[in-house]
């Protein structure tokens, strides 16, 4: 067992961190990664104590405290840089596809119904995958939402001046992905945030239950929210009428 000795070391506070990413590039060490949209330290060996992340940090959520923690170990910064996929660099210890960043208003396509040349991206944001969205912030506040599965993007001509236009978008597999695990944290983002709708966007095969994933989502966070939700032939084609519906907090 490792002796601990009683040092500075960073203290994340899980409930103010977002998932933004900022604090991730400025640690050299690496030591901190975005995990399940919140900010963590590997390891404590991996962390000098010096706090570079801490003025990076938008939401005050780091600090620098002292308790009980192993001390820090050059030797195995050196090999966990090493490691990481990019090479040892700058931003080695970070995948920058994951880092959130909002892409700002977009406008129009120059013909609504044109999905090629002329159009215009209504994406407002990335990350788009549900698993790597921040749980809360800008994204999610009094803002409309878009919840779709992967292949809707694929098989919709119209996706984004259809859909996406005006929209928060994330994406999820119900079939591929942990529905429960979706479910989880759609619960916890419904109930911090305030939502002005849940558009949700799926295929008609029977194994995309993304509806059923939100329903028990907003069950948990006993919040209701009108949803709308659109299903999308193989064809690319609306297999039904977009029903709206009041999904309660009570419902099943």
Not at 20 to 36: H, R, W
Not at 68 to 95: K, L, M, N, Y
Not at 137 to 160: E, K, M, Q, R
Not at 234 to 244: I, K, S, V, Y
Request: with cysteine.
């Amino acid at each position: 067992m490792t002796d601990k000795t009683v040092r500075q070391i960073v203290l994340i506070d899980e409930d103010k961190c977002n998932g933004c990413g900022e604090c991730v590039p400025s640690c050299a060490e690496g030591a901190i990664e975005i995990i399940d949209g919140k900010a963590r330290l590997l390891a404590d060996n991996l962390c000098d104590g010096l706090g570079n992340c801490l003025g990076t940090c938008p939401q005050d959520a780091i600090t620098i405290a002292e308790r009980p923690a192993d001390a820090f170990d050059e030797q195995a910064v050196a090999v966990h840089i090493q490691s990481c996929p990019t090479g040892p660099t700058e931003q080695s210890h970070v995948c920058p596809g994951m880092k959130f960043r909002q892409l700002g208003e977009r406008g129009p396509t120059a013909d609504p119904a044109a999905a090629g040349e002329g159009a215009t991206s209504q994406l407002t944001h990335w990350p788009v995958q549900l698993t790597l969205l921040p749980e809360q912030g800008p994204i999610w506040d009094d803002t409309d939402v878009l919840l779709s599965a992967d292949c809707v993007a694929y098989a919709a001509a119209d996706f984004h001046s259809g859909l996406l236009a005006g929209r928060t978008l994330a994406i999820a597999c119900p079939k591929l992905d942990d529905g429960q695990a979706y479910v989880d944290k759609l619960a916890r983002i419904f109930a911090a945030n305030d939502i002005r709708s849940i558009t949700v966007a799926r295929m008609e095969v029977p194994c995309c239950g993304l509806d059923a994933i939100v329903r028990e989502a907003l069950t948990r966070a006993d919040k209701p929210l009108p949803v709308t939700v659109v299903t999308i032939s193989t064809t690319g084609e609306r297999a039904d009428a977009a029903g709206r519906a009041e999904l309660k907090g009570a419902c099943r």
